[in-house]
């Protein structure tokens, strides 16, 4: 939760826009100092119990200021924190000249050849990784053959000496905790394309971050809004970008300070 409170707490405020909850995906657009941002998040469900809302301030969410409606990440409703999230992505400062295009999963093989890796998440990459690094250990709230649980955190991640972490943490709110287990002296990767492109999260012990920044934001929010997956979202107009701590070794690229 300090992680949260302190990504809040360096973000601008601006005008909420615009707001759409599709059952994949959560756009949030806002105005900041005359321009218009749009903010990406995966959409949580919430426990669909007859009457109980999982959006208890439906239809009002639009009169809220930008960073009230980032403080949603703090909530309590599963959906609202997929709001939060998207929001906090739209008020970010933009800062082209920081993104770089980086494979995630070349930089893990790079730095895991020969060496231990640990997944948080099972990403599409991982059966490709697998014979490209010395070991590979993925942990899964829902395991699939292979994974192991994520209780196994506390064993794994100490030994490891990449760490790639999906962002859906932040939203579940372990991420700072995930962090913590791991060696200061592991490459620490944060991917997906809710990841927050925020030098805060630097201070956490991440090395690099993997996400995305919409660029075209009417279709983008069109395609949310008729269920479209990620990859027809990135293809209607998201950038795959990445942003690495000032000196860190990722590879691909030297990337300056942010």
Known sequence: M????DVLDSLPDGEGVHICIGPHWTAVVIEVE?????????????????????????????GLTGRELAALILSEQPTLVSVGTAAVNALLPRQPDTWREINAEEVIAEHGRGKTVALIGH????????????KLHVLELDPQP????????SEILPKAD??????????????????KLCDPQSLIILLGPTTPLSPVLFDYGIDLLCGSVVTDIQ????????????????????????????????????????
């Open 34 to 62: 005359g321009q218009r941002h749009c903010g990406l998040a995966s959409t949580l469900s919430g426990s669909h119990v007859h009457g109980v809302p999982d959006v208890p301030q439906a239809g009002q969410l639009e």
């Open 146 to 153: 292979g994974d192991l649980p994520v209780s196994a955190a």
């Open 2 to 5: 300090n992680l949260l409170h």
């Open 123 to 134: 990403f599409p990459f991982t059966n490709r990784l697998r014979p490209r690094v010395g």
């Open 219 to 258: 279709p983008v929010l069109r395609t949310v809004r008729q269920a479209g997956n990620f990859r027809q979202v990135h293809k209607a107009g998201v950038r795959l970008v990445s942003v690495a701590q000032f000196g860190a070794d990722v590879g691909a690229a030297h990337i300056p300070s942010v």
């Open 162 to 179: 990449v760490v790639a972490i999906t962002s859906m943490t932040l939203m579940n709110r372990t991420l700072d905790g995930l962090l």
